[in-house]
């Protein structure tokens, strides 16, 4: 199994970016997926997360910004964010978990200038 991470880039703050991860191999349908980011010199952190009921959670520093969602026929998972600070600044990554086993993806850069 294979996630790839797409839609990063530059942007300015308070604009919006849409994160895509998609799966490939033999991947049946996804329990838990999340959108973790790191930032330099800083450590990995949970920004959004959905359960295969599509419950979501969010730490306080994106609530209201970012919303993660899933479509589980395309086995693809998204992350809209909205209102971007530079602080949001960092390489996200992507994650999901099936027949408990955690996948990564490579990571995608978002930069938001000021």
């Known amino acids: 199994v294979q996630l790839q991470a797409s839609g990063g880039g530059l942007v300015q703050s308070g604009g919006s970016l849409r994160l895509s991860c998609a799966a490939s191999?033999?991947?049946?349908?996804?329990?838990?997926m999340g959108w973790y980011r790191q930032a330099p010199g800083k450590q990995r952190e949970l920004v959004a997360f959905?359960?295969?009921?599509?419950?979501?959670s969010y730490p306080h520093s994106v609530k209201g910004r970012f919303t993660i969602s899933r479509d589980n026929a395309k086995k693809t998972g998204y992350l809209q964010m909205n209102s971007l600070k530079p602080e949001d600044t960092a390489v996200y990554y992507c994650?999901?978990?099936?027949?408990?086993?955690?996948?990564w993806g490579q990571g995608t850069l978002v930069t938001v200038s000021s």
């Open positions: 191999g033999r991947v049946f349908n996804f329990n838990n």
């Open positions: 994650y999901a978990e099936e027949g408990g086993i955690g996948y």
């Open positions: 959905i359960t295969s009921g599509g419950y979501t």
